[in-house]
């Protein structure tokens, strides 16, 4: 294995936000190169949920956020630090996506179930009947549902289950196509209640109290925080989504180098840093032979057999 040509030597993080986009980035460059910086360090930059401050809370992996510049934005910046001798590391979250209908696969997850392609994305431990427990409601379900908190909401033939701000799907099987017809039809308060009850029975989630349902969550979250769930990157479509805008940042030199959030929550952490060397290594043979830098990993170190062990994976 060869050495890479480019070690980031010194680097100044920068935290991207849609008050501090990409063109707000470019306008720093000179002073960062006064500083002596060599290598920009960008927060998550990939679409994350709407007014996010920070980016890790991912919806689409596959897209840069147009908040910050989009991907147009984000070459622009890339050229202008070149030009200056800068490269640019990224900040990538494998661990995490936001629980969220913002995120389609999560969205995919809740509306088909267990069957969905994108089950295997996250890591959850489905009911016996195939749901996972999604412990956002105010109080009990059955007292929830008589407050008439619980909403359907359609637009252009999407009908949607409504909780304050969430947003669920709903699904198009037998049961749920049956129980929303009768919601529409319903004459009278307790037949739409109860049309509403046998919809949220037919879908493949369980709302449930946040006091009681904390304990009966089946699917694995960064720490505590409900909003996070935890990605499989071992799965190969999970590898696909959560990479999936790097291939062509990469690539074209865009980037120089990642750096991986949180590589202790992943449960194989040196197995994934092996694949995504495999990744890189054959993204860096295709890259144009113009370019002065060469792609990297940094991790943050992780624990094995209780001792601390960084490795950086490199291209070869």
Not at 219 to 230: E, K, Q
Not at 266 to 290: F, G, V
Request: negative net charge.
């Amino acid at each position: 294995m060869s050495t890479p040509n480019h070690i980031p030597l010194s680097t100044y993080r920068l935290q991207l936000n849609a008050d501090f986009p990409f063109s707000s980035a470019i306008e720093q460059l000179d002073y960062l190169v006064r500083l002596g910086i060599g290598d920009l360090y960008l927060s998550p930059i990939m679409r994350a949920v709407a007014g996010s401050a920070h980016g890790y809370d991912v919806t689409d992996p596959t897209q840069v956020n147009p908040a910050l510049g989009g991907q147009s934005g984000l070459r622009d910046l890339s050229e202008e630090a070149r030009d200056q001798g800068l490269g640019i590391l990224l900040d990538i979250v494998p661990n995490h996506m936001a629980a969220t209908v913002e995120n389609p696969s999560w969205e995919a997850l809740l509306r088909d179930g267990p069957d969905a392609p994108e089950a295997g994305v996250f890591d959850v431990f489905w009911d016996p009947d195939g749901k996972i427990v999604l412990p956002i409601l105010g109080d009990h379900y059955a007292d929830v549902l008589e407050r008439n908190e619980l909403t359907v909401e359609e637009q252009d033939g999407d009908a949607k289950l409504g909780y304050f701000d969430h947003r669920f799907p709903i699904n198009d099987g037998d049961a749920s196509r049956a129980a929303l017809g009768r919601y529409r039809e319903a004459g009278s308060e307790e037949e739409r209640q109860a049309a509403l009850d046998s919809l949220v029975a037919a879908q493949h989630y369980r709302l449930s109290y946040w006091r009681t349902g904390s304990r009966a969550i089946n699917y694995r979250r960064f720490f505590d925080i409900n909003d996070l769930a935890a990605v499989r990157p071992e799965d190969d479509l999970a590898f696909e989504i959560v990479h999936g805008d790097l291939q062509s940042l990469i690539a074209d030199g865009t980037i120089s180098g990642l750096r991986i959030d949180h590589i202790d929550g992943l449960r194989r952490p040196e197995a994934y840093l092996e694949r995504l060397q495999r990744y890189l290594s054959r993204l860096e043979a295709s890259r144009c032979t113009s370019s002065s830098r060469r792609s990297y990993p940094a991790t943050k170190s992780f624990r094995r057999n209780g001792r601390s062990t960084a490795r950086p994976a490199t291209t070869s």
